[in-house]
């Protein structure tokens, strides 16, 4: 029996299959639709299994919060695609999920796997689920937090969420001021809540990597520096026409030498980047370098640490969020923050869409 789009679109609608699973289970029951919807279920495990391997980045991020606000539960699931994010029943069992998270008793994944979830494990309902909605599913993470007084935030319909633990009294003015600093997370991303966060050994690894990238951009030094590295350069390092140039800029009395690596080819940047790379040891007992290395280090803690960061609804465009606190009530404090973006760090495989449907629309 011939099969037909239409009652590929009908077992779809019956068992929320995939369709080329339901195309398949008609030509193998040779269209008979009460078997091939037997036939789907007696395949269920196999194709979820199947669809293991597939990777699922895009999904949902959900919180669930309890009654009394001080306890809150964050997890993401993920999917293939942004569309199975946006069904109903998808969206649903990530509630749910967010929920049961409120109960349990750590935040290992595999042990929330194992609890009792409708009748059954949340790992095997999550296998049913990959076999009706017809995508790789993945329960990534979750974390359960406690404190005076939890604030949450999603954004984007769930593909950013945050939970903030503060510590203090747990009044209006400070739950407005912690869904504040949930925004604040969300739209900033720090990687600390205080510089106190930073253990020694990262403190030194970043200043080591802000002193390498000094060296690796040379005209970003400080002007004596520079000046001796470009001395040395044109004694036989660089070529002709950068020579040429330089002497030429410097003889131009109302040149800008900002603008120098405008002039400069990039052979010859490289080779003054490998100038100030072997005279490290020198250029780093520099006071001023030393100063530089140093505002800089300075610059990025203010970005990777919450408490440093300007408030992004200060006033006067500088209170940093330390300060913010400290306004709304002196002993409230950050306990911890929790910050999860939807598919962050997980590598997409970049796919040409259009021809994906055409493969499987070639019946």
């Known amino acids: 029996m011939a099969v ?15 369709m080329m699973d339901c195309k398949k289970a008609l030509v193998e029951t040779d269209g008979n639709m009460d078997a091939a919807v037997d036939f789907l279920k007696e395949k269920g495990l196999a194709k979820a299994a199947k669809k293991a391997g597939r990777v699922a980045a ?29 069904n109903e029943e998808f969206v649903n069992f990530v509630d749910d999920l967010a929920k049961l998270a409120l109960t349990t008793e750590s935040n290992d994944i595999e042990a929330f796997k194992a609890m009792s979830f409708e009748d059954a494990t949340v790992a095997d309902v999550l296998t049913a689920k990959i076999a009706k909605i017809g995508e790789n599913l993945s329960l990534r993470r979750i974390e ?3 404190g005076d007084l939890v604030a949450s935030y999603v954004h984007g319909g769930g593909r950013i969420g945050v939970l903030v633990v503060g510590n ?22 720090p990687q600390y809540v205080s510089r106190n966060d930073i253990s020694a050994d990262e403190l030194v690894k970043m200043k080591n990597i802000t002193l390498e990238s000094a060296l690796n951009d040379p005209f970003s030094l400080p002007k004596p520096i520079l000046n001796d590295l470009l001395d040395k350069a044109v004694a036989g390092v660089w070529g002709e026409e950068d020579t040429a140039i330089l002497a030429e800029k410097r003889a131009d009395k109302s040149f800008n030498f900002n603008y120098l690596p405008n002039f400069i080819s990039e052979e010859g940047k490289a080779k003054l980047a490998e100038l100030a790379v072997a ?24 970005e990777i640490c919450l408490l440093d960061q300007v408030y992004v609804r200060a006033e006067d465009g500088k209170q940093t ?26 590598e997409k495989k970049e796919e040409n869409f259009a021809e994906e449907v055409a493969k499987q629309m070639g019946m």
């Open 4 to 18: 037909t789009a239409q009652m590929v679109k009908e077992l779809r609608e019956m068992t929320g299959a995939g």
């Open 58 to 86: 895009e999904g949902l991020v959900k919180i669930a919060v309890s009654a009394d606000a001080k306890t809150a539960a964050l997890v993401e699931v993920n999917s293939e695609t942004d569309f199975v994010s946006k």
């Open 144 to 146: 359960k937090v406690s």
């Open 168 to 189: 203090g009294a747990a009044n209006d003015d400070v739950k407005t001021a912690l869904t504040n600093i949930a925004m604040q997370v969300a739209a900033m991303n």
């Open 279 to 302: 005279d490290k040891e020198n250029i780093a007992g520099n006071k001023i370098f030393s100063g530089l290395v140093e505002g800089r280090v300075q610059k990025q803690l203010k």
């Open 321 to 346: 969020v330390a300060k913010y606190l400290e306004s709304v009530d002196k002993a409230l404090t950050i306990a911890k923050v929790v910050r999860y973006e939807v598919g962050e760090g997980i």
